[in-house]
């Protein structure tokens, strides 16, 4: 499932609920970035998720329904290593950018993940595999759940995050102009899951370089790195 939310004000401030099931993650602090990592049986620990000292965030919704389109076919890119070189600073969002624009994206065979994608100047590029691709420049806001944004409601599907999306969507729209950490995780707590369930809800101030996240729905047990 998942929630990505990107918020321009006065502030850039992003937000993120990784909604999973029966997968074994752990946070990461570092000086160069917080990362949220899964456990692969076969590569290890992977730094999917979370934020970097660049000013870059990187989160992966995944699409439902699943769309055939999004698996290997030949030659292209795949997405989770696009994210993964954008995260550790191997890329920056304008390579990301123009790979996505100009080349195929694929996901994993049977599942389509999506990229959620942020910069330090509060730009935001979302990737679809198979379907393309979205960039905007800076925002008032933007939220990705877990539908195709080519899509919107076209095809339903009960793990698609309508609800979600609308819900947010209702509470940006009233969003003042000092938008902060506290009221970004507001929305988190709103749209947050049990059935598969929020196991990290993070914010990442862009400017002050500061990654605030709980785990498990702990609103009361946040915890604060400061990036280099």
């Known amino acids: 499932m998942c929630t990505s939310i990107v918020v321009n004000k006065k502030k850039t401030i992003v937000g993120w609920n990784l909604d999973i099931l029966d997968m074994e993650y752990r946070v990461r602090p570092a000086d ?7 456990n692969d049986p ?15 965030f990187v989160g992966m919704p995944t699409c439902w ?29 304008k390579e990301i950018r123009e790979i996505a624009g100009n080349n195929p994206v694929y996901s994993i065979p049977g599942v389509t993940f999506m990229s959620a994608l942020s910069d330090k ?24 759940t877990n539908f195709s944004p080519f899509k919107q409601d076209s095809e339903l599907h009960p793990w698609m995050g309508w609800d979600r999306y609308k819900k947010a969507e209702s509470m940006l729209e009233g969003a003042a102009e000092d938008f902060d950490v506290k009221d970004c995780f ?21 400017g002050e370089k500061t990654v605030h996240w709980c785990e498990n729905r702990n609103w009361d047990g946040i915890r604060t790195a400061k990036l280099k």
Request: proline fraction near 6%.
């Open 32 to 38: 160069d970035g917080v990362f949220i990592e899964i």
């Open 42 to 56: 076969k590569e290890g620990w992977l730094p999917l998720f979370g934020a970097n000292s660049r000013g870059d």
């Open 65 to 93: 329904p699943f769309d055939e389109r999004s698996d290997p076919a030949g030659e292209g890119e795949n997405i989770i290593m696009l994210d993964i070189d954008l995260l550790l600073q191997k890329k920056t969002m």
């Open 121 to 144: 100047d509060g730009n935001v590029l979302h990737i679809i595999p198979g379907q393309g691709s979205l960039y905007f420049e800076k925002p008032e806001y933007k939220i990705l």
């Open 186 to 206: 507001e929305i988190l707590k709103a749209v947050s899951q049990e059935v598969c369930p929020t196991v990290v809800s993070m914010v990442y101030d862009v």
